[in-house]
């Protein structure tokens, strides 16, 4: 199993742009999907972006379309999150995914078919 370790976290304005990073402890390329899920307390987890194990094809959730970018570097096995014009609403905790195989689409749709997590980064946006 694939440990993930997120980082990058933290509290910015309304605007401003945050990079998330997520260490993975072993190569994922061709092997594992890796992906982006936030969770704000009494609500469900939720996608915000994926990329699949070539690193070719992603996903992303409406509300970050245009503002968020997810890419890889396979030569440190880390995945990153690259999130700009950030608003009061991306406020959440933020994990890292990775899940072996199947389609991206219905994987940022439900969450609960993550094979492993990360233990998340908070990310606070004030207006």
């Known amino acids: 199993q694939v440990r993930l370790m997120e980082s990058g976290g933290g509290s910015v304005q309304a605007g401003g742009s945050l990079r998330l990073s997520c260490a993975a402890s072993?190569?994922?390329?061709?092997?594992?999907?890796m992906g982006w899920f936030r969770q704000v307390p009494g609500k469900e987890r939720e996608g915000v972006a994926v990329?699949?194990?070539?690193?070719?094809?992603?996903e992303y959730a409406d509300s970050v379309k245009g503002r968020f970018t997810i890419s890889r570097d396979l030569t440190k096995n880390t995945l990153y999150l690259q999130m700009n014009t950030l608003r009061p609403e991306d406020t959440a905790m933020y994990y890292c995914?990775?899940?072996?195989?199947?389609?991206?689409?219905?994987?940022?749709?439900?969450?609960?078919?993550?094979?492993?997590w990360g233990q998340g980064t908070q990310v606070t946006v004030s207006s």
């Open positions: 995914a990775a899940k072996r195989g199947g389609d991206l689409l219905a994987w940022l749709l439900k969450p609960s078919e993550t094979q492993n």
């Open positions: 990329l699949d194990s070539g690193g070719w094809a992603s």
């Open positions: 072993e190569a994922t390329y061709n092997t594992y999907h």
